[in-house]
Nanobody, 115 residues
Framework: QVQLVESGGGLVQPGGSLRLSCAAS????????MGWYRQAPGKQRELVAT???????NYSDSVKGRFTISRDNAKNTVNLQMNSLKPEDTAAYYC?????????WGQGTQVTVSS
């Protein structure tokens, strides 16, 4: 089993920044994809960004140019630097770890963007 520990959520004003972190531990595969997804109240869960073991990245159009995903393969950690935050970024953010076998999810961390 894999355990995901998330941190970094909170309340910020529009235009502010937050940095989310997620560390994976347990039965880690040699190759995997990690990423961030978010879900606002009454909405479906949506992709924010993903990154592969080889550092290939994928971003939702809504966050391109504002968010940056990165990883430390040695520590099995993924980070999400969020800049120029907007009220529509408000959601619960979930860390994801994906292998050819299955996906794992963190408990989620709340991000609220409000003045």
């Amino acid at each position: 089993q894999v355990q995901l520990v998330e941190s970094g959520g909170g309340l910020v004003q529009p235009g502010g920044s937050l940095r989310l972190s997620c560390a994976a531990s347990g039965n880690i595969f040699s190759r995997y994809t990690m990423g961030w997804y978010r879900q606002a109240p009454g909405k479906q869960r949506e992709l924010v960004a993903t990154i592969t073991t080889e550092n290939s990245t994928n971003y939702s159009d809504s966050v391109k140019g504002r968010f940056t995903i990165s990883r430390d393969n040695a520590k099995n950690t993924v980070n999400l630097q969020m800049n120029s935050l907007k009220p529509e970024d408000t959601a619960a953010y979930y860390c994801n770890y994906r292998t050819v076998v299955r996906s794992y999810w963190g408990q989620g961390t709340q991000v609220t963007v409000s003045s």
